[in-house]
Nanobody
Framework: QVQLVESGGGLVQAGGSLRLSCSAS????????MAWFRQAPGKEREFVAA????????NYADSVKGRFTISRDNAKNTVYLQMNSLKPEDTAVYYC??????????????????WGKGTLVTVSS
């Protein structure tokens, strides 16, 4: 069982930046995919960004492309989400998630295997 703990959320003004971290409780494997999702009040959980635990492939939702960057530190079992040029519509609880294996649509939250408890990001206008 992989346990994930997010940190780094908070209140920021529009145009500002935050960096979220997600630490995994145990060693992760090359067939793991790490992803960030977010959920705003009254909305469905949506995909934000993803990165494989090995290799350099990343993927982003169109709404964050060019503003957010996902990265990882294998030695620390940690994934990061650097968020720049934040907008009020980025306000949400941000969740870290793991998908085991190479098959299935990882942009669908229902296909993820493990979840953190989330960290709140609030962007004021």
């Amino acid at each position: 069982q992989v346990q994930l703990v997010e940190s780094g959320g908070g209140l920021v003004q529009a145009g500002g930046s935050l960096r979220l971290s997600c630490s995994a409780s145990e060693r992760t494997f090359s067939n793991y995919l790490m992803a960030w999702f977010r959920q705003a009040p009254g909305k469905e959980r949506e995909f934000v960004a993803a990165i494989r635990w090995s290799g350099d492939n990343t993927n982003y939702a169109d709404s964050v492309k060019g503003r957010f960057t996902i990265s990882r530190d294998n030695a620390k079992n940690t994934v990061y989400l650097q968020m720049n040029s934040l907008k009020p519509e980025d306000t949400a609880v941000y969740y870290c998630a793991v998908k085991v294996g190479y098959f299935g649509d990882y942009t669908d939250h229902k296909n993820m295997n493990y979840w953190g408890k989330g960290t709140l990001v609030t962007v004021s206008s």
